[in-house]
């Protein structure tokens, strides 16, 4: 089978939605059927290329706006015409879609319907596209509308990466056909985590592409855009050195660095540090805590980040932005993982990697939190980040080791059945099959499949 991917945004542009594209794409290859991400250009990289895991990228002229946070698909761009060409001459069997918002997105969903070939949208978000004005914020919604019943009227089904983005495409009045979960993969955390690296050394993320040597990084993402990481995680090896000692080598290593007492706990937080992520509420909670019974590692970079650090309190780490694996053995290190967010998250990425990473979780009810923790047997989930209710409950977590030992293996044993990469690539497979015309349906018989339940 051949599936085609619209992203706007790939590799080796760093977010949720480029990790998830090449994620399901690279499992697709993997098990022998055809994988084409069709993207917008990016300076300095090819119109058309075949990546080391077998997949054709496409690159199709676009606008870069809002500083490239928002390409628009520009079919009077040169070379656009012979690109979609031969694009549509791989004769893909299946569209998946990202985000319903893009003109990349529409134009996909529109050539789609023209040749009949299934498709559908995959949206990742719990809100609108912020622009930082309300008169900005009305406009960008009134568009969000339009883009929406646009989409509709080219018939393909509409799918969320949690209950909470589904949810959220009933506001545009988009029936959603069920959830294609955001993931992680358990073995590739699991790889990382145990991974020693020598001292001084930047170890690769376990189970990401490393960009060919010489290749031009777009200028617009951050340094090493050519891994892809976690949206939310810090991604930029350059953190600031507050803490001394090379990068740790296991998270026992973390927390000798840190220089964590006998008995003291460590709190982690991973994430972009913006007011929306509640690291503010985080920090404001933590200062509640006895003093001397916790230590907060605060791992991301982000325009918050000089003023914490103007006025950092005691027991509060702020260790910048840090290689990707190595924000993995942070989690592993830790007694519990914390992330106050109210951002329109679709499934934060982090939840899950803490969950792969072995650590007991404390969360804002965020998209996808009441799926991973069901019921405070899994974790625990709050209705704000109020420090009022986020210090208590900081409190209650810490001081309970049975309870954060059994959340924390309940949760990763939840996210290996329902929130790793394979199955959601099975899941997909199952839809791709199911939407084909049976004249051309033909049997499936690969790992992915048997492992779709």
């Known amino acids: 089978m ?28 993997a ?22 895991e077998g997949i054709l990228i496409i690159r199709l002229p676009a606008l870069r706006l809002m500083g490239g946070r928002f390409p628009v698909a520009w079919p009077l761009g040169r070379g656009f015409g012979r690109l979609a ?15 319903r918002f893009y003109p990349l997105s529409l134009w996909a969903a529109r050539q789609a319907r023209r040749r009949d070939i299934p498709a559908i949208v995959v949206d990742h978000s719990t809100g609108h596209m912020p622009m930082g004005s309300p008169l900005l914020n009305r406009l960008a919604a009134l568009y969000e509308h339009a883009a929406c019943a646009f989409l509709r009227r080219q018939g393909p089904a509409f799918y969320g990466v949690s209950e909470a983005v589904c949810g959220w495409l009933r506001h545009f009045g988009l029936a959603p056909a069920g959830t294609l979960y955001n993931a992680v993969d358990p073995a ?47 991604q930029n090896a350059d953190a600031p050195q507050a803490l001394p000692g090379a990068p740790s080598t296991s998270p026992a290593g973390w927390r000798q660095r840190l220089g964590l007492a006998p008995g003291q706990k460590l709190i982690v937080f991973a994430g972009r540090l913006i007011p929306e992520k509640g690291v503010g509420e985080l920090i404001g909670a933590f200062c509640l805590l006895p003093a001397g019974t916790a230590l907060l590692a605060v791992a991301g970079d982000g325009p918050m980040l000089p003023a914490l650090k103007s006025s950092c309190p005691a027991g ?10 190595e924000t993995l053995r942070l989690m592993a290190a830790a007694d ?32 996808g939190a009441a799926e991973l923790l069901p019921d405070e047997s899994y974790g625990l989930r709050l209705p704000s980040a109020a420090p009022e ?33 394979d199955a959601v690539a099975a899941r997909l497979l199952q839809i ?4 084909r015309p049976a004249a051309q349906a033909e049997p499936q018989n690969n790992d992915l499949q048997e492992d779709a339940g």
């Not at 098990?31 to 080391?52: F, M």
């Not at 060409?85 to 985000?99: H, K, N, S, V, Y």
């Not at 977590?397 to 790793?420: H, N, P, S, T, V």
């Not at 791709?432 to 939407?435: D, V």
């Open 31 to 52: 098990a022998g059927h055809r994988a084409i991400v069709a993207t917008s250009a990016l300076p300095g990289l090819p119109a058309r290329e075949e990546s080391p």
């Open 336 to 367: 519990l993982f914390c992330l106050p967010t109210r951002y329109a998250e679709g499934f934060p990425t982090t939840l899950l990697e803490a969950a792969g990473c072995g650590c007991a979780i404390l969360c804002t009810d965020t998209a």
């Open 389 to 421: 209710l986020l210090a208590p409950a900081l409190q209650k977590a810490l001081a309970a080791d049975a309870w954060r030992a059994g959340a924390a293996q309940k949760a990763r044993a939840r996210l290996c059945e329902r929130f790793a990469w």
């Open 188 to 234: 590739e955390i699991g790889r990382a985590i145990e991974e020693k690296t020598a001292p001084g050394s930047a170890p690769e993320a376990a189970g990401t592409p490393q960009p060919p040597a010489g290749r031009p990084q777009n200028a617009d993402a951050p340094q090493n855009a050519g891994t892809p990481q976690n949206a939310d995680a810090p």
């Open 432 to 435: 791709a099959a199911a939407a």
């Open 2 to 29: 051949t599936i085609c991917f619209f992203s706007a945004q790939y590799l080796p542009t760093v977010g949720g939605v480029e990790r998830y594209t090449w994620n399901l794409a690279r499992r697709l290859a």
């Open 316 to 325: 509060v780490r702020l260790l910048g932005s840090l290689p990707h694996e």
């Open 85 to 99: 060409a031969g694009l549509w001459a791989e004769r893909p069997d299946f569209c998946l879609i990202q985000t």
